[in-house]
């Protein structure tokens, strides 16, 4: 990650902290719960135990949100639909740089959109941080262990499909700037795991049938060149799942050239992508309304999930 970029991921997941508490609880009538059934794989010191605060001088629409740190025991939480049930399923990654979890802005507060459609929700509390020391950024290769958490959640979505009334051939994933990014791996690594098979929630396919990259990052790695990231290239095929891009031009974190990368890549692979970017809107907003235009972004992946057949018109 270029030196800039990195001090305005500090910022966003440090600047201005509330006192932190410890390990985060979904809401009354949610259950987390692990997702490795013993000791993790590939698990690394962490600083402290895992603890939450409230970050109440970085706002987002106006509005304080919610990080999570030193996550070591990854969890996922599912969200029910509230009235209708389409079948589908989306695996959700919250951002923050590989360092934090913007837990509601990028998590809960996505699942009761999504689950308003009808649409179930799996939160995913994946490990953090990943080894932050020059050169490694936090993400695969350079550490395996959130690759490692989201190949294992969606086998286990897939495995419990019939119990949770998921149809599983209609399970997703979809994430924001880090998460962006380890969508972009999920939909690249998926034939083969990274850690030995645990159980038969591990023989099911852990491929996304389709993913959503929001202000995704790590995918331009060059300012004099425009390529993408070799590690997501190189692994792009005809089975990459459809995917939905979207990002602000004038975003300062997670450039856009993060996005145009991919999505040439995808297109020159014959993988069905769609594109949108917006003049304005800066990164990391979430779901909260704003007075730009890029806020209206989730009634364009309800029309697109809806155009590639996983949810109804």
């Known amino acids: 990650m270029k030196p800039l970029i990195f001090a305005l991921c500090v910022v966003f997941a ?17 259950t987390q719960v692990p997702i490795w059934p013993g000791a993790v794989p590939d698990a690394q010191p962490v600083a402290g135990p895992e ?14 949100w919610v990080q999570v740190g030193h996550v070591s025991r990854p969890t996922m939480t599912v969200y029910a639909p509230k009235e209708k049930n389409t079948g ?15 837990i509601d802005l990028e998590g809960t507060e996505v699942c009761d959109w999504l689950t308003s459609k009808g649409i179930t929700c799996v939160l995913l509390k994946y490990r953090v941080p ?6 490694n950024w936090g993400a695969f290769p350079q550490s395996p262990m959130a690759l490692e958490d989201a190949q294992r959640t969606v086998g286990l979505v897939r495995f419990h499909a019939a119990d949770w009334h998921i149809d ?17 791996a999920m939909s690249t690594h998926f034939e083969h795991r990274l850690y030995p098979a645990l159980d038969a929630a591990d023989k099911e396919s852990c491929r996304p049938d389709f993913a959503v990259a929001l202000y995704p990052g790590h995918l331009w790695i060059d300012d004099e060149k425009f390529e993408l990231n070799p590690d997501i290239r190189t ?7 459809p995917t939905f891009l979207l990002q602000d031009e004038d ?21 069905p992508v769609e594109m949108h970017l917006y003049a304005q809107g800066g990164h990391a907003f979430g779901l909260r309304r704003t007075k730009f235009p890029v806020t209206g972004w989730p009634q364009l992946v309800e029309t697109w999930l809806a155009t590639i057949g996983m949810i109804s018109e």
Not at 130 to 135: C, K, Q, T, V
Request: aromatic residues 8%; hydrophobic residues 35%; glycine residues 14%.
């Open 14 to 30: 440090f600047g201005g902290l509330s006192a932190q508490t410890p390990a985060w609880q979904p809401s009354p009538g949610h």
């Open 51 to 64: 603890d939450t605060g409230t970050n109440k001088h970085t706002l987002v629409a106006g509005r304080p």
């Open 168 to 184: 599983p051939h209609k399970i997703g994933v979809l994430g924001f700037s880090a998460g962006g990014h380890l969508t972009a």
């Open 130 to 135: 990943a080894p932050r020391s020059s050169p």
């Open 88 to 102: 589908a399923a989306v695996v959700v990654f919250p951002g923050g740089g590989y360092q934090i979890l913007a």
């Open 251 to 271: 975003d300062h974190v997670d450039n856009v050239n993060d996005s145009l990368v991919y999505y040439i890549a995808l297109k020159n692979a014959g993988v």
């Open 235 to 241: 692994h792009i095929t005809r089975q990459t799942p």
